[in-house]
């Protein structure tokens, strides 16, 4: 089965689990979105939906008003995470608010209510301060080290490395690297076809080198599988013989920085790492882009950090320049 497919499946799978619990208009409200939605975007508005409905805990949705949604959204403010209060993002608020408001179109427009009561929510407006973080070539081979100071089987070290290695060299996103099937593989033409985001398929054409390294994944794998005599075609997969989780993957880059780092940083991380030494091995913000997949150079070039610091180098000219 397409790994793409897949996923959706099991994503619409935990949207069904979900909804038996919901009252029938979300459920209504999920089959108008389905079509135009991604199975990721529907499964997310289903959740700020469930939220908020055990919040109000109100019987009828006509009894919802701006209030409520207002009490809401100053509730979730603040998250408690292992005992420390934290702030949450900005970005996790505007997405409940976004949800929230197609819900409540939604049924406006399908007179369950008669008004819109988020027509009188203030919308927040503060951005999220993204930490910038540069790695260096340096680091990379500090975190693939790692693996092999690892005190796991030669089977699993060997897909973690392939794992990691993977996300350096192509900068793909940790979903679609997940859903890599056995089949997407050109060996002769050293060639991965893969769909990513918003159905993009996308190529990528590997090394020499990368391909024996994918390579001594793949016959670990198979030799794993055929002991236990099953079939599957998902290439990269868990100690339960199925394909891995985008969240395995990410608890694996988590572990290997830490260990090479001493911080833990996100596949998304290792992604934008890829654009900044490409970047700045290239000076090609339109190669980069290309590279990456993006579909705008604005957004390849949030991506972009940078090794030396213009702040510090711009203070120390100025300090030099007046005598200092």
């Not at 180098?313 to 030099?320: D, L, N, R």
Request: charge should be positive; proline fraction near 2%.
């Amino acid at each position: 089965m397409n790994g793409r497919l897949e996923h959706e499946l099991q994503i619409n799978q935990k949207i069904e689990t979900m909804l038996l619990k919901l009252p029938d208009n979300v459920r209504q409200f999920y089959n108008n979105i389905r079509v135009s939605k991604s199975p990721k975007t529907c499964i997310e508005y289903i959740r700020y939906i469930q939220n908020f409905i055990e919040y109000s805990r109100k019987d009828y949705i006509e009894e919802i008003t701006d209030i409520d949604i207002q009490e809401y959204l100053n509730s979730i403010q603040y998250i408690n995470k292992n005992g420390e209060i934290k702030k949450a993002s900005a970005a996790y608020t505007k997405a409940a608010c976004s949800a929230l408001n197609q819900y409540f179109k939604y049924l406006y427009k399908r007179r369950i209510i008669n008004g819109n009561p988020m027509d009188l929510i203030d919308r927040p407006m503060r951005k999220d301060s993204v930490k910038r973080i540069f790695l260096s070539m340096n680091d990379l081979n500090k975190i693939l080290k790692e693996v092999g100071n690892d005190n796991i089987a030669d089977i699993w070290k060997a897909r973690n490395y392939t794992i990691l290695h993977l996300f350096m060299v192509t900068g793909m996103r940790n979903t679609a690297l997940s859903e890599i099937n056995v089949t997407d593989f050109d060996w002769k033409k050293r060639k991965l076809t893969i769909i990513d985001k918003r159905d993009k398929e996308q190529v990528y054409i590997f090394s020499p080198g990368t391909k024996k390294i994918l390579m001594k994944w793949l016959k670990y794998r198979d030799q794993y599988l055929e002991s236990f005599k099953i079939k599957e075609d998902a290439f990269f997969i868990s100690a339960k013989k199925n394909r891995i989780s985008p969240r395995t993957i990410y608890d694996i880059v988590q572990k290997y920085s830490k260990a090479a780092l001493g911080y833990e940083i996100s596949p998304h991380k290792l992604r934008a790492a890829f654009v900044s030494l490409y970047y700045k091995k290239t000076k090609d913000i339109e190669a980069t882009k290309e590279a990456v997949g993006h579909s705008s150079i604005s957004t390849t070039s949030l991506y972009i950090t940078r090794s030396d610091n213009p702040r510090k180098k711009a203070a120390t000219y100025m300090s030099k320049s007046l005598g200092a």
